[in-house]
């Protein structure tokens, strides 16, 4: 039987990123796992209060060989697309800035100590960024992978395209879908676990499971376990079973 842990998303909640940490190794002294893989399934940035101290985290974890998989979401490639020469816009939504309210960019730059409304231009802003962003920081978001699979599960940030291939499936789809995946009952020969459509609570609809809580709109950030398709939900008192919504 494989064991998997999974986080959702985080949206710059450090503090709540650390209790779900804790959560997982209380589960993992329970049960005798020090090496069952923790995935986090992306949007470690945007919206909240410290979008900097959450990757800082991730990068300090990572070093000290921590069994940690990070997957990219939708707001890692904003803020990924935004650092590069010219600042270009995120390939999927081109429509969408980086740095508008309903995004979260300025949050994040903020956490940097980069003052969004101090800069004459998007050019000057774009160099104080690349300036107080670390280098650290930055290959952290360029090493974000787009989907794990493991067992008979797969991780990935929004969900998959129905009816594609696993191993045909886009980056594009990986962090943004939702409509066409969020309402396809079918069974994908897998669990899929993923975030970034929020839900009052961590929420199994047979085919996949939701783990996004909505940390970012002041909401928690969750973890559970994963063994073989089931599903538990770590809280302070122990794991509570996730199970499949009836109907579904």
């Not at 129905?162 to 396809?184: K, N």
Request: proline share 8%.
């Amino acid at each position: 039987m494989l064991r998997s842990y999974a986080i959702g998303d985080i949206h710059g909640q450090l503090v709540r990123l650390e209790a779900a940490h804790a959560l997982i190794a209380a589960d993992r002294a329970r049960v005798g796992d020090n090496a069952a893989p923790v995935v986090h399934l992306g949007d470690y940035v945007d919206r909240g209060p410290n979008c900097r101290g959450v990757l800082e985290h991730l990068v300090q974890g990572l070093a000290a060989g921590a069994p940690w998989i990070l997957l990219r979401g939708n707001h890692d490639r904003f803020m990924q697309y935004f650092l590069r020469p010219g600042c270009p816009p995120e390939p999927a939504r081109p429509d969408l800035d980086w740095l508008l309210p309903s995004v979260g960019g300025r949050e994040t730059l903020t956490s940097y100590g980069v003052e969004t409304g101090m800069h004459p231009d998007r050019a000057a802003l774009h160099a104080a960024a690349v300036r107080a962003v670390p280098d650290s920081h930055k290959a952290l978001l360029d090493s974000l992978l787009p989907f794990h699979r493991r067992g008979e599960v797969f991780f990935c940030h929004a969900g998959i395209r129905p009816g594609v291939p696993l191993e045909d499936q886009v980056e594009d789809d990986l962090i943004w879908i939702r409509g066409e995946f969020l309402d396809d009952p079918r069974d994908h020969g897998v669990l899929v676990v993923h975030g970034h459509t929020p839900v009052d609570r961590v929420t199994h609809y047979g085919n996949r499971v939701d783990l996004d809580t909505g940390a970012g709109y002041g909401g928690p950030v969750s973890a559970v376990v994963i063994e073989g398709r089931e599903v538990f939900l770590l809280t302070p008192e122990g794991r509570v079973p996730v199970t499949p919504r009836a109907g579904r």
